[in-house]
């Protein structure tokens, strides 16, 4: 949760009255009353749904309240959120100059359809405890320390057999408006989403990627395609910062993305094990190129001030945790409650969905998944989706909508949702095609410019070098058509001109990207688009072949349809009926 939710009533908009900030909450007049319920109104909508509210600190005077005036501000505060249909929770309370001053969480109540969702990126290294740790948190069980907690999110026998993720997965942890974990326990089942989803004014969507090398293109894309808010960066104590811990927290903070670190199985891992790996951590966090301030979480006034100062990016909270024993556990659910959406995103623009993924269902047909980047989207809307191999788009219906398994009527800018198309084959559909507004009026692009850092290379690149474009839901191979410099290395920007092998796809400025072939990886934004730029010579002459091979077959068809009419007719004009054959003698 940002700084700017934690809530100092007579900061932004003064009153009409005199009034100290510090003792305003006691005994209000009606005037003042009204003015409070309309200031922390505009609150809780910046911070969707939540903030965070101080009671006790005034501008210019000492900190701290009495007993007396703490119950009498605490009073006030209660009424001013029941009329808002929210709830108040205590955080914590610290001595001050001239009392006690009391953190608050006020959160609106949840509704049917609408909640908050933030959405965590959890990465790390193989047999880091990933995927045991959100079994742990999500079905509120401890493991037994041989893999127990972690069976119940594997969606492939194969990862069940192995113990190792291979696919995106999801998960969700839910809060209530008083910060009360919503899921609950169940042995013989998986956890219910629509109950969750129903009961919560906040939602946790756990993003669990791949921790082995060999699947590091599918954590690239749950990085880029699932849009997290955060990164939760998974070590394990007695291994310590080994194969992919490094790569994946470069790839965090190559897309801006925001990380805390979890240092797991600390009750089998001995002290001075766990010294060094928490010292090189450290050493890490602060190096040139992380520029991070690590704090160990230990108390519950840690996780509050690392998560209100979390979304700057400097900070870097670390737990110490034991998915056996449950150590600080209790910690970590705390942070949890306290994050709030990070990426900002606007529901008056023109709507626009990103697809990452698409299905086929008995008894409904196509659907896709993916998250809303902009807009309101509603059912029996009528939307563009494409860019498909020739760059055109078509008209779809929105047949029906989903999010997290919970049927409602519309999606937002920044929610993650599926939807029931009418009338689409999924053969049609690939992932990194966008649904947009007819209002848009989309183009497919074939070149982009993109400025580029390469932070790794064994030798150099140059012009019609060839790597994997990861860039939103995309992940298609470019080439470089043109370069700034004559050659890049290890290091290196340059200003980039690229070209997509196969298809067309919908991109804009300002995206960011990573390029990727095999250890060799840049990041970079895209600074301009080409929309007239024509198709690759093989993907120009595949599209010509295609499209001669339909052309030919729609006249083979129309040809056999009119000599089969033909001869209908004249079956029924000229040919006499024949007379029934005498039936065979049986004798």
């Not at 050493?283 to 040139?288: C, D």
């Not at 840049?522 to 690759?536: R, S």
Request: aromatic share 6%; charged share 25%.
């Amino acid at each position: 949760m940002s700084e700017d939710n934690t809530v100092n009533l007579f900061s932004d908009e003064p009153l009409d009255y005199e009034e100290d900030a510090k003792t305003s909450l006691i005994g209000p007049s009606d005037d003042l009353f009204e003015q409070l319920i309309e200031i922390l109104r505009n609150k809780l909508e910046a911070g969707l749904g939540e903030c965070v509210y101080e009671v006790g600190v005034g501008d210019g005077c000492p900190d701290g309240l009495n007993e007396e005036d703490m119950e009498a501000s605490r009073a006030t505060l209660e009424s001013i959120t029941e009329s808002l249909n929210a709830d108040l929770s205590l955080l914590r309370e610290r001595a001050a100059e001239e009392g006690k001053v009391a953190e608050f969480l006020i959160r609106k109540k949840p509704s049917n359809e609408d909640f908050t969702e933030v959405r965590v990126a959890v990465i790390g290294n193989v047999d880091a405890g990933k995927s045991t740790l959100l079994g742990v948190l999500t079905h509120g069980e401890l493991d037994n320390g041989r893999g127990f907690a972690r069976t119940k999110l594997f969606r492939h026998k194969h990862e069940a057999e192995t113990g190792r993720t291979s696919s995106v997965g999801n998960d969700i942890l839910g809060f209530d408006s008083k910060g009360k974990i919503v899921n609950q326990a169940d042995v013989h089942s998986s956890q219910d989403w629509k109950k969750i989803c129903s009961n919560s004014s906040k939602v946790i969507t756990f993003i669990d990627l791949a921790g082995h090398e060999k699947y590091l293109k599918t954590t690239i894309f749950g990085m880029t395609g699932h849009i997290p808010d955060f990164g939760m960066l998974m070590i394990g104590a007695n291994a310590g910062i080994i194969g992919m811990t490094k790569e994946h927290l470069g790839l965090s903070l190559a897309l801006g993305i925001p990380v805390y670190v979890v240092v797991t199985k600390i009750d089998m891992c001995p002290p001075n094990v766990l010294q060094e790996t928490l010292k090189m951590l450290t050493k890490i966090l602060k190096s040139p190129g992380c520029r991070k301030i690590p704090l160990l979480v230990q108390s519950q006034d840690d996780v509050i001030v690392s998560a209100t100062n979390f979304n700057s990016e400097r900070i870097c909270p670390i737990f110490q945790i034991s998915n056996v024993t449950g150590l600080n556990l209790d910690l970590l659910k705390s942070f949890l409650n306290l994050l709030s959406v990070r990426n900002s995103f606007n529901e008056k623009d023109p709507a626009e969905f990103q697809i990452d993924d698409t299905y086929s269902v008995p008894g409904v047909g196509t659907v896709i998944s993916g998250t809303c980047m902009r807009g309101l989207i509603r059912t029996n809307d009528l939307l563009l989706m494409g860019p498909d191999s020739l760059g055109h788009f078509k008209q779809v219906v929105i047949k029906s909508i989903h999010r997290k398994r919970l049927p409602v009527k519309e999606v937002k800018a920044g929610q993650s949702s599926s939807f029931a198309l009418k009338k689409i084959k999924r053969t049609d559909i690939r992932k990194g095609m966008v649904l947009v507004s007819p209002n848009v009026e989309p183009k497919a692009i074939w070149e982009f410019e993109s400025e580029i850092r390469v932070l790794h290379h064994p030798t150099t690149i140059s012009v019609k070098y060839q790597a994997m474009v990861h860039t939103g839901a995309i992940r298609q191979t470019a080439s470089i058509v043109s370069m700034s410099v004559q050659h890049m290395r290890t290091g290196d920007k340059a200003l980039c001109r690229f070209r997509f092998i196969k298809n067309p796809e919908y991109i804009k400025e300002g995206m960011r990207m990573v390029f990727r072939e095999g250890r060799t990886k840049a990041v970079g934004n895209i600074v301009n688009t080409f929309p007239d730029a024509q198709a690759p010579y093989r993907a120009a002459k595949r599209d010509k072949m295609k499209s001669r091979y339909y052309k030919g077959a729609r006249r083979r068809i129309k040809s056999y349809n009119d000599r089969t009419e033909q001869n209908d007719n004249q079956t029924d004009v000229t040919t006499p009926l024949k007379p029934n054959a005498p039936e065979a003698d049986p004798s």
